[in-house]
């Protein structure tokens, strides 16, 4: 598998508006947009820092895992996301090395991306992101 580079680093916050106290206002990071995900129960706010982006990710609703994350860790750093040239590719080569894969196949994302997740199980804790970007 070839990665290209850490796309982002999602951290789960209780309310955007306040962690911009921290992410913008003291660290300096300009917050270019704020994207509704209602498929995924959160709201996402992306600061660039250089070539990846720091992801603020906010639960909308009562259920899904990061509702469930920020209840029980009271948010923080939640996951990191490489950026790889075959997704496909990716997620058959950790198959067959044993991993467990959240999503078997890439989901779709909105803006022509296609990701999967890796199980923290099999990462010794970390919750993993893999991205790839379709040429479209
Ligand atoms: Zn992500």
Redesign the pocket.
């Known amino acids: 598998m070839k990665v290209k580079k850490i ?2 680093v ?1 951290i789960v916050v209780r309310d955007i508006e306040d962690a911009l106290a921290v992410y913008r206002d003291a660290l300096g990071l300009e917050l270019t947009r704020v994207e509704e995900r209602p498929d995924r129960g959160v709201k996402i706010a992306f600061l660039p820092a250089g070539d990846s982006d720091i ?1 603020l ?1 906010q639960p909308t609703t009562e259920d899904g895992g990061v509702a469930a994350f920020l209840k029980k860790r009271r948010g923080g750093l ?2 990191i ?1 490489l950026e790889v040239e075959d997704i496909e590719a990716a997620l058959t080569e950790l198959r067959e090395k044993g991993f467990n894969l959240i999503d078997e196949q890439p989901r779709q994302g909105p803006h022509g991306e296609r ?1 999967a997740f890796i199980h923290p199980k099999s990462t010794r804790g970390v919750l993993i ?1 893999l ?1 790839e970007l379709s040429e479209s």
């Open positions: 796309n982002h999602g992801e990710v939640h996951h996301c990701v992101e991205y």
